[in-house]
């Protein structure tokens, strides 16, 4: 005996108006309201027209990585990105600050925050950074390990830019649980092409 199609909803239940699909699944209203009364061989053909249907990107895709930060990191970091701050450089001087310890440049956790989905979207489409809002919450120290972590809030097609336009939330926390920066992102993940 085979096992009845399953349905492809991942309770993401949002009908979009500029696609008229389903964001989670997406399927058509009708599709939707339908697949209960539907038999194996249609609810196989309504998953295969969802498939090739142009869109890359689910909302509800999460994404995270985790980032330690030596000394010789946020040193080197900060020369790269030629932040001469002594806070970045300097033991002796940042030990006796307010924050007891070197910090990073506020450079550092956001690049790699916005690097995650980079890497993240790479491994199987093309993405490609349209708008960041970043906020600093607190200062990132010495040997602090970090959680960074998307959301993807909103993801449609837009035949303009040949890919999804994707709207994502991110957060960075340190090793206590505490939020470092917190982020919103705009960004187009495109097809990848056939290579000819």
Not at 165 to 182: A, F, I, R, S, W
Request: aromatic content about 6%; hydrophobic content about 45%; some cysteine.
């Amino acid at each position: 005996m085979t096992e009845a199609v399953a349905s492809p909803c991942i309770d993401v239940c949002r009908m979009n108006p500029r696609t008229e699909l389903c964001d989670g699944c997406f399927r058509t209203i009708d599709e939707i309201a339908g697949w209960s009364s539907f038999d194996d061989t249609q609810k196989r053909t309504v998953l295969d027209l969802a498939s090739k249907r142009p869109r890359v990107v689910r909302v509800g895709e999460r994404m995270e990585a985790t980032l330690e930060l030596p000394p010789d990191s946020i040193k080197s970091f900060a020369t790269l990105v030629n932040d001469q701050n002594p806070l970045h450089h300097d033991d002796a001087y940042a030990e006796a600050s307010r924050f007891g310890s070197l910090i990073a440049s506020g450079t550092q956790p956001t690049a790699h925050l916005m690097a995650v989905l980079a890497t993240h979207f790479s491994a199987y489409a093309q993405p490609l950074g349209l708008e960041f809002g970043i906020k600093l919450v607190r200062a990132v120290k010495v040997n602090d390990v970090l959680a960074m972590r998307w959301l993807v809030t909103d993801a449609h097609w837009k035949a303009s830019l040949d890919g999804d336009l994707v709207k994502l939330d991110g957060e960075v926390l340190n090793q206590l649980g505490e939020t470092v920066v917190t982020a919103t992102a705009t960004i187009v993940v495109m097809p990848r092409k056939a290579r000819a």
